[in-house]
């Protein structure tokens, strides 16, 4: 598992507890002035994002498709509905939605804040947007403990992020 | 299938032609002043985005959500590699890298160049962030004629967007 700061690391790292899975945790540095990752990072992978997890020699990058790798290899059944049944199929939109629509105003937010003034123009549509998947989160929780009813998944896991980014500046590059 | 113009519902059109399903499509258009969905769409779903499908009376919304669902319920086989194999596991992380990384710049440019002169200080980190996810899927495309080599997939329908939008100015509202 390759950790870089201020990343979508994180959520990885609560899935490999909550799944109980021996794992090996190297951290990286963003570069102070830029933001960004630093080189041996795109060693690992081309796209010199993190989170990126080698496992067996192979190289998964980003916390969707990480989860998503995690749980199907090695889940053995945990952390997701039945592809079977009908509710895999809500988890399954729950995962490219955290991944796509969701993560965007907040890191259009993240991207603007750190322009100062010159970003100011785009906050109104960007926050209308951040508040319009919220209360589409919250409307789907309404009466459940948990995106897909009684039972934590994975989707809650790849979710998470955006409960606590929501509302706070961050200081994450896009 | 609920179609919005000058949205992603390019991709699932092509998608159910390929695998040649029934289908009926409802033309949805946007604000001309705001750009945003209208409300008919909104009673679809909530967030009111396209793309959105409508299947036996269970609403999909979100391009990678629509493929995924489609392929996995309708594909009998067609269009992803086998869930056992390695070539799985690379499927799922481009449906997830298109949904979410490849799609974010392209995005952010597209919002920024809304709005003009008050956009532009965010265009040249914009631009080298579009320049790095062209490169990788160049390079993974090196030697191929799909992403997971011989055959076409889902991915590919999926990144299609990323290949036309790409150095193209566009009109799509995040």
């Known amino acids: 598992m390759h950790h870089l700061n201020a990343s979508r690391s994180q959520r990885i790292l609560r899935l490999l507890e909550e799944l109980q899975l021996p794992n090996e945790i190297k951290q990286y540095a963003r570069d102070p002035q830029t933001r960004l990752a630093p080189p041996e990072l795109k060693a690992v992978h081309p796209l010199g994002n993190s989170p990126v997890i080698t496992d067996d020699g192979k190289v998964i990058a980003g916390s969707g498709a990480i989860i998503d ?3 199907r290899r090695h889940g053995e059944g945990r952390l997701q509905p039945d592809p079977s049944s009908a509710a895999f199929d809500d988890y399954m939109q729950w995962m490219l939605y955290a991944e796509g629509s969701a993560m965007l105003p907040l890191l259009l937010k ?12 785009l906050s109104p549509r960007i926050e209308s947007e951040i508040d319009n998947h919220l209360g589409y989160i919250n409307a789907s929780l309404e009466g459940r403990d948990y ?3 009684e039972a934590l998944t994975g989707a809650d896991i790849q979710l998470s992020f955006m409960g606590e980014l929501a509302g706070l500046r961050t200081d994450r590059a896009i």
């Open 69 to 71: 790798y995690v749980i």
């Open 110 to 121: 993240s991207n603007v804040s750190r322009r100062g003034a010159a970003g100011a123009p």
């Open 147 to 149: 995106l897909l009813g």
